[in-house]
């Protein structure tokens, strides 16, 4: 069983900054990558950004410049800052991670319960 713990969710004005953290905990060998999503009201969760464990990372056309995201290996752990936030940012975020809890076992795909993010104009 693996746990993510998301936080940092909030309402902010467009033009504005918020940070998100994700912690991972349970049986965990390693972790790939990792990522977060979003799922906007009657629209389908959609890629953000991803990380893999060495660091490259990956960007949704509409955040790239804006967001970052970043991760520490040893607190298994990932962020997404946001920044210069926009209305069609409002959604729900969700971290992933692509576990394995032996170093012979299969990779399993573990999702956040998701935090709130409202951006107003």
């Known amino acids: 069983q693996v746990q993510l713990v998301e936080s940092g969710g909030g309402s902010v004005q467009a033009g504005g900054s918020l940070r998100l953290s994700c912690a991972a905990s349970?049986?965990?060998?390693?972790?790939?990558?990792m990522g977060w999503y979003r799922q906007a009201p009657g629209k389908q969760r959609e890629l953000v950004a991803t990380i893999t464990s060495d660091g490259r990372s990956n960007y949704a056309d509409s955040v790239k410049g804006r967001f970052t995201i970043s991760r520490d290996n040893a607190k298994n752990t990932v962020w997404l800052q946001m920044n210069n936030v926009k209305p069609e940012d409002t959604a729900v975020y969700y971290c992933?991670?692509?576990?394995?809890?032996?170093?012979?076992?299969?990779?399993?795909?573990?999702w956040g319960q998701g935090t709130q993010v409202t951006v107003s104009s």
């Open positions: 992933n991670a692509k576990t394995r809890g032996t170093y012979y076992g299969k990779e399993d795909t573990n």
């Open positions: 349970g049986s965990i060998f390693i972790i790939n990558a």
